[in-house]
């Protein structure tokens, strides 16, 4: 631990914002289990004129350090989308956030949320909701379980001490996240094959893969079924058309149309799953830089990716099946060719769920009925200000 007084300031230069973005580099070089990010993705997520999402909402982003060296770090922002949404579904007037939380020791933490909230109450703010990093959409939640193995693509990892600074600072839970585990090795239960076989023999409905060359059309109308489907969910904030063109422009290395799957009834979409490989697994060894070379390393991997984990970040059903048979059986069929795929034509043999909200039966349900378990459990907190 450095010695000398503890201080807090914003990000102000680039050399700070590389500071923010190295800090974590620092602070988990001896984590196994952490996986280094692409530094330019951070600093792109952290940037007003690369990233869309400062086009609805403001950020702060801080920086501790003692004897002038960075220590610890913290965004905190305000989101015009989660100020109009429903108290019920996390949002609604007054309330702010923090996130991108990295932290020395307890201390640092400490000083860190007592920055972000003192920023918050300057906007007028009343409740504190966090860690959301940035946006629902990015890294939403603070590890709290299953930080013995390492986080799929787009999902985070934190120091086992953060809870307990966290709550220290006053701060309840209010939201549970879960990933689920599973082995798509071995084929699902009978039941579940059942499902999958009569809905095989059911005309109206078809199941098919996204076509990538028709990427622009394709990424629309899954936005479509999934802005119906989670509109009700919990911190549902809809992406606006600039970040869906953002979205896409990342994404679109990593889709391919074997793991993405569009479920049709008498012609219509009704249904999506979507399916990425583990980043993670192909960008481990890369120290968090694509340059010199290592943009050309990743490129040569994406181009027939071979990984033993399946993510599936995305999945929606339209509403007006929600809690039906029919959508079970839908999901049931995308995940079963999603699954025989992700074997046959990648070499993987697991596949990991999530998040899902700990409110969200529906999806648990199915979770569970395919015999995944839940193997991280990611926290969101709030406080009155």
Do not use: C
């Not at 004897?67 to 579904?89: H, N, Y």
């Not at 078809?206 to 059309?217: L, Q």
């Amino acid at each position: 631990m450095m010695s000398g007084p503890l201080t807090v300031r914003p990000v102000r230069t680039a050399k700070d914002r590389k500071a923010f973005v190295d800090l974590a580099f620092r602070l988990y070089a001896k984590d196994p289990n952490w996986v280094p990010p692409l530094k330019d993705e951070v600093h792109g997520l952290i940037n007003p004129k690369k990233n869309p999402w400062f086009g609805h909402a403001a950020a702060e982003f801080f920086l501790a350090e003692r004897g002038g060296k960075a220590v610890g770090r913290i965004s905190a922002q305000v989101d015009q989308l989660v100020l109009a949404m429903p108290a019920e579904q996390g949002g609604g007037p007054g309330t702010g956030q923090w996130g991108m939380i990295e932290a020395e020791d307890g201390e640092v933490a400490a000083a860190l949320i007592e920055a972000a909230e003192a920023w918050l109450r300057s906007r007028g703010m009343t409740r504190s909701v966090g860690p959301i990093s940035i946006s629902i959409w990015d890294e939403p939640g603070l590890l709290v379980q299953g930080h013995d193995h390492p986080p799929t693509v787009m999902m985070g990892h934190h120091n086992p001490a953060y809870q307990s600074w966290v709550e220290a600072a006053g701060y309840a839970g209010i939201k549970d996240l879960y990933t689920y585990d599973l082995d798509i090795s071995k084929e699902f239960p009978p039941l579940v094959q059942r499902i999958v076989a009569s809905g095989e023999r059911n005309a109206r409905i078809r199941i098919r893969e996204v076509d990538k060359s028709r990427f622009n059309e394709e990424a629309a109308l899954i936005l479509g079924i999934l802005n119906n489907a989670w509109s009700d969910n919990w911190g549902f904030v809809p992406l606006t058309d600039a970040e869906i063109v953002y979205a896409g422009k990342k994404l679109k290395p990593i889709v391919f149309n074997d793991l993405i799957r569009v479920a049709e009834v008498e012609g219509e979409p009704v249904a999506f799953m979507m399916t990425l490989p583990d980043l993670n697994e192909l960008t481990a060894d890369l120290g968090g830089s694509l340059f010199p070379f290592n943009f050309i390393k990743l490129l040569w991997r994406l181009r027939h990716p071979r990984v033993r984990t399946m993510r599936v970040p995305l999945m929606g059903v339209v509403k007006r099946l929600q809690a039906t048979r029919l959508a079970s059986q839908l999901a049931f069929m995308m995940i079963e060719y999603i699954r025989r795929a992700s074997v046959a034509n990648y070499g993987a043999s697991r596949g990991e769920i999530g998040w899902i909200l700990d409110d969200n039966q529906g999806m648990r349900s199915i979770a569970e009925t395919i015999d995944s378990k839940v193997n991280k459990t990611y926290r969101i907190y709030q406080k009155t200000l």
